[in-house]
C-alpha cells in the first residue's frame, strides 16, 4: 500500500473528526453529552477510517478517470459513515430501534455524516491527486 495513501486518509480522518467537533459544539450545553458524543465519535471512527483506506487504495487501481474515482470514493465514504454512525447510535441506545424513538441519537449520527462529507469535499484536489497515481505496477491494477 501506498504510504501517501495512509497519510490523506489519516489527514481525512483527523479532519473529519475536528469538523464533527465543531459541528456538535451547540451540545457543548450538556458537557457529559458532548464528551460522549466524541468518544463514541472516536471509537466509531477507527473502523470507517480502515474501509477509507481500503476504499481509496481500491479506487486508486481502477482504470477509470480520476472524476469518476472521486465520486465513487464519495459514495462509499457515504455508505461507511452511515454504517459506522448508526452502529454507534445504536450501541448508545442500549440496542432500541433509534430511528423511530430515539431522534437525539440521529442528530449525532447525521451530524458524523455532514462532517466525513464535508472533509472529503474540501479535500478533493488532494484525494484525486492519490487516486490519479497507481498504487502498484499495472499489473496489479484493476479494471472496470
Known sequence: MNKEILLKSIGTWLRSLLTYALITLPSLFFPLMY???????II????????????????SMLHVTSELKFYLLLLSTV??????????????SGGQDVWDNY???????I????A??????????????VLATPSFSHHSSLSL
Open 35 to 41: 464528551i460522549i458524543s466524541m468518544g463514541y465519535a
Open 44 to 59: 466509531w471512527s477507527l473502523p470507517a477510517l480502515l474501509l477509507f483506506v481500503l476504499m481509496l487504495w481500491l479506487l
Open 79 to 92: 455508505g461507511i459513515v452511515f454504517l459506522c454512525t448508526w452502529g454507534a447510535a445504536w450501541q448508545f
Open 103 to 109: 431522534l437525539e441519537f440521529v442528530l449525532f449520527p
Open 111 to 114: 451530524a458524523g455524516m455532514l
Open 116 to 129: 466525513a462529507v464535508l472533509v472529503v469535499l474540501v479535500r478533493r484536489q488532494a484525494l484525486m491527486e
